[in-house]
């Protein structure tokens, strides 16, 4: 069955870094798009990013665009989010996802999730 484990969260002062993995099995990892996503206190599910199968193509949320990079190692079958720059209101739940086929617009897996907590 499909299994998401997300890592790397944590406690983090405004400004600093993190890197968020994702190891995924259980599914052809290389053959789907992924997604993070995340969930702050209090609020809905808020898409973050996505990635295609050749790791060529991504996308990103206005709020995080230029600040995070998605990526993958397929030869792993791990998903990554570099987080720089950070702000308390990216304080959040993050997930990894994977798609469900769709290429880039919906998922039907997701993991655990990651706490990242942003101290301004």
């Known amino acids: 069955q499909v299994q998401l484990v997300e890592s790397g969260g944590g406690l983090v002062q405004a400004g600093g870094s993190l890197r968020l993995s994702c190891a995924a099995s259980?599914?052809?990892?290389?053959?789907?798009?992924m997604y993070w996503i995340r969930q702050a206190p209090g609020k809905g599910l808020e898409w973050v990013s996505t990635?295609?199968?050749?790791?060529?193509?991504?996308y990103y949320a206005d709020s995080v665009k230029g600040r995070f990079t998605i990526s993958r190692d397929s030869a792993k079958n791990t998903l990554y989010l570099q987080m720089n720059s950070l702000k308390s209101e990216d304080t959040a739940v993050y997930y990894c996802a994977k798609d469900d086929g769709s290429r880039g617009s919906s998922f039907d897996d997701w993991g655990q999730g990651t706490q990242v907590t942003v101290s301004s």
């Open positions: 990635i295609n199968t050749a790791g060529d193509s991504t």
């Open positions: 259980g599914f052809t990892f290389s053959s789907y798009w």
